[in-house]
């Protein structure tokens, strides 16, 4: 069974940093690509950032680009989410989710995890 | 554009069909992909590709493609198919993730 396990959110001021992890199991997490979703309280998702299974690839929405970084350690199978600068508008429930591929573009989302909360606030 | 665009509510009675429209530019070049979100949990795939179900998703949920307007079907909806429903797809540049704004499904 495909298990995502966020953590690493909390309460955060602006312009402070914080690291979110995700803990893969229950498939080769080195054959497939990754992503990072996120949604505001009451709001719709909004994609992040994905990185491919050799970390080759990498993208970022706008939104992040320059204050976030993704990365993986698949001798751990973790995900990471380095998020720098952050801003009020950062504030959302944080997905960790396997894509249906390890290819070097973005697929389809298969699996998610329960999501770890991130409040930026003074 | 980079944009999906879905009706953010609709609703449909007990036993009867609806349909769910997701719009972008986007999708002239990539199929959509469907998405269902109840409160409190973390979204479930349910269609993916031209018209690919999740296994476990009920043969009621069908997907479609219309130049540059992805549709899910729902064919006898249920009580328990009331959720939000969000599509996604990659953008015009096909490196980054796009979802649409979401829809409100309510089963009356």
């Known amino acids: 069974e495909v298990q995502l396990v966020e953590s690493g959110g909390g309460l955060v001021q602006p312009g402070k940093s914080l690291r979110l992890s995700c803990a893969a199991s229950?498939?080769?997490?080195?054959?497939?690509?990754m992503h990072w979703v996120r949604q505001a309280p009451g709001k719709g998702l909004e994609w992040v950032s994905f990185i491919t299974w050799s970390t080759g690839s990498i993208y970022y929405a706008d939104s992040v680009k320059g204050r976030f970084t993704i990365s993986r350690d698949n001798a751990k199978n973790s995900l990471y989410l380095q998020m720098n600068s952050l801003r009020p508008e950062d504030t959302a429930l944080y997905y960790c989710?396997?894509?249906?591929?390890?290819?070097?573009?973005?697929?389809?989302?298969?699996?998610w995890g329960q999501g770890t909360l991130v409040t930026v606030s003074s | 554009s980079s944009e999906l665009t879905q009706d953010p509510a609709v609703s449909v009675a007990l036993g009867q069909t609806v349909r769910i429209t997701c719009q972008g530019d986007?999708?002239?070049?990539?199929?959509a992909n469907w998405y269902l979100q109840k409160p409190g949990q973390a979204p479930v795939l349910v269609i993916y590709g031209k018209n690919n179900r999740r296994s476990g998703i009920p043969d009621r949920f069908s997907g479609s493609t219309s130049g540059t307007t992805a549709s899910l079907t729902i064919t006898g909806a249920q009580a328990e198919d009331e959720a939000d429903y969000y599509c996604n797809s990659r953008d015009s540049s096909g490196n980054r993730v796009v979802f649409g704004g979401g829809t409100k499904l309510t089963v009356l």
């Open positions: 986007s999708l002239r070049s990539y199929y």
């Open positions: 989710a396997k894509d249906y591929t390890g290819g070097h573009t973005p697929g389809t989302i298969d699996y």
């Open positions: 229950g498939f080769r997490f080195d054959d497939y690509a």
